[in-house]
């Protein structure tokens, strides 16, 4: 729990796979105040395998 502007705010973070939520709830009033979803684009794990295929 966060105090902000004398609010007391909770702040949830949810982590599934490579897709994080970030959310902020009025701890008085129960109303949502921010939520962020974000998706983890890691290229490092793409099936591009168009350099093995140059021989």
Known sequence: ???DDSRH?????????????????DAFTGKVLILEIETDDDDSNSDDDSDDDDN
């Not at 909770?10 to 796979?17: K, Q, R, S």
């Open 9 to 25: 705010i909770y702040e949830i973070e949810i982590v599934n796979g490579n897709r994080k939520a970030e959310i902020e709830i």
């Open 1 to 3: 729990m966060d105090n």
